[in-house]
């Protein structure tokens, strides 16, 4: 089957724009996450879907942030009033239902983000 | 910080010989994960160990967690110039799945 789709690949946007951002998840896995990654560093975790509601979004850097899933499904990473430090590659991941012991992630290709 | 360390940041091998990647953690955890990235891109699972493993294999890679050091190893053996990316170990601390990645390995297999 296929495997995590992300929308679009890459973004060039103008500083103060707004953008979305989606992900499309695999086929049954209830649980979505978005990450975010600057270079040369590994992904820092922004939010956490299980089902339509965010289970976590501890990670979200401000109030500029913003992720949606309204039908557990698909869902879109909103950016509002882009800043510099904003261009990075953001990542989405899905997962199954998690259990006790943890499940395996499975990453998209990303986004990847660049704010002039 | 819950972040784990990576060593070494970068290692730079010949084809055929083995790498050893290690990661270290702070707290107790429900599982760790290994991932490659080739350029900055999609992260791809390698393997998930849990926290009652010691050891798990796929094809040429072996991956042991030692919970009373809070560590795990990733080794390639026979390495291959298609081996070359990056290498990242991600903790779940049972915080409803959201994994904490180290800084990555940069691994360069020279052929």
């Known amino acids: 089957g296929a495997g995590v789709s992300q929308t679009p690949s890459n973004k060039v946007t103008e500083k103060g724009k707004y953008v979305e951002l989606r992900c499309d998840p695999i086929s049954g896995h209830t649980a979505l996450y978005w990450y975010r990654q600057s270079l040369g560093q590994g992904p820092e975790f922004l939010i956490y879907?299980?089902?339509?509601?965010?289970?976590?979004d501890s990670g979200l850097p401000n109030d500029r942030f913003f992720a949606v899933r309204p039908e557990g499904s698909v869902s879109t990473l909103k950016i509002q009033r882009t800043e510099r430090g904003d261009s990075a590659v953001y990542l989405c991941?899905?997962?199954?239902?998690?259990?006790?012991?943890?499940?395996?992630?499975?990453f998209g290709p990303g986004t990847r983000l660049l704010v002039l | 910080s819950q972040q784990g360390e990576e060593d070494p940041q970068a290692l730079s091998i010949q084809e055929g010989e083995n790498a050893t990647m290690n990661c270290s953690y702070k707290?107790?955890?429900?599982?760790l994960q290994w991932y490659r990235q080739n350029s900055g891109r999609g992260l791809v699972h390698l393997i998930l160990?849990?926290?009652?493993?010691r050891e798990k294999h796929s094809g040429r890679l072996r991956v042991t967690l030692d919970t009373s050091k809070k560590s795990s190893s990733l080794l390639i053996t026979a390495s291959r110039a298609a081996d070359t990316a990056s290498y990242f170990c991600a903790t779940d601390y049972n915080q409803g799945g959201k994994l904490i990645f180290g800084q990555g390995t940069e691994l360069s297999v020279k052929p």
């Open positions: 707290t107790s955890i429900n599982n």
């Open positions: 160990i849990r926290s009652n493993e």
């Open positions: 879907f299980q089902g339509t509601g965010a289970a976590d």
């Open positions: 991941a899905s997962s199954l239902p998690t259990s006790g012991t943890g499940e395996t992630q499975y």
